[in-house]
């Protein structure tokens, strides 16, 4: 599954070119990238797969179910995008200001 023989179809099934492919793989170029990427999958907790990664800060191990996913995204997706708060200014009442 893993030698060059067998990976060369497969990344050719998905549109890349065939030269390219082997001569990505006989260099090694990408080797430093991989290397980090396992990294940083260990960091977040990762033994196997599947294993997903959100916003490179949150991870879930295993098949899970679609509500814990959803509840990772919105964790994910509150932290990137905190909400602002703002004093009472004159003129405002709750989330409604006189113009």
Do not use: K
């Amino acid at each position: 599954m893993f030698d060059v023989d067998s990976l060369v179809p497969l990344a050719v099934e998905v549109g890349l070119g065939e030269a390219e492919v082997r001569s990505a793989l006989a260099d090694r170029r990408y080797l430093p990238a991989v290397r980090e990427d396992i990294a940083a999958a260990q960091a977040l907790g990762a033994t196997g797969v599947p294993f997903f990664v959100v916003d490179r800060r949150y991870g879930a191990a295993g098949a899970q179910p679609a509500e814990l996913l959803l509840q990772i995204l919105e964790r994910a997706w509150a932290d990137a995008h905190p909400l602002v708060t703002v004093p009472d200014a004159d003129g405002c009442v709750g989330d409604n200001c006189a113009l």
